[in-house]
Nanobody
Framework: QVQLVESGGGLVRPGGSLRLSCAAT????????MGWYRQAPGKQRELVAT???????NYADSVKGRFTISRDNAKNTLYLQMNSLKSEDTAVYLC?????????????WGRGTQVIVSS
């Protein structure tokens, strides 16, 4: 069992930056593939970025070059550095932990943190 708690959201002006954090407790953090997803009002949840247990990253085209995903296994924490924010980045950002291939499937979600990009 893994518990995920996001923080760091807020209101920011276009062009600004935010750093989201996701603190994980309850299991061995290092084995999980981690990711950030977002959901805007009236829209489907979409992938933002993922990072495997080995550190390989993947980004949605819409955030490439602006967002950086990272993890600190010693602190059991996942991060998302968001720069050059745009109004279309406004959404609830959710943290996800998923077991990699070869392990029994487990999929955990946090409750999310709100990001609002507005002038």
């Amino acid at each position: 069992q893994v518990q995920l708690v996001e923080s760091g959201g807020g209101l920011v002006r276009p062009g600004g930056s935010l750093r989201l954090s996701c603190a994980a407790t309850g299991s061995i953090f290092t084995i999980y593939d981690m990711g950030w997803y977002r959901q805007a009002p009236g829209k489907q949840r979409e992938l933002v970025a993922t990072i495997t247990s080995g550190g390989s990253t993947n980004y949605a085209d819409s955030v490439k070059g602006r967002f950086t995903i990272s993890r600190d296994n010693a602190k059991n924490t996942l991060y998302l550095q968001m720069n050059s924010l745009k109004s279309e980045d406004t959404a609830v950002y959710l943290c996800n932990a998923k077991t990699p291939a070869g392990f029994p499937f487990r999929d955990y979600w946090g409750r999310g943190t709100q990001v609002i990009v507005s002038s």
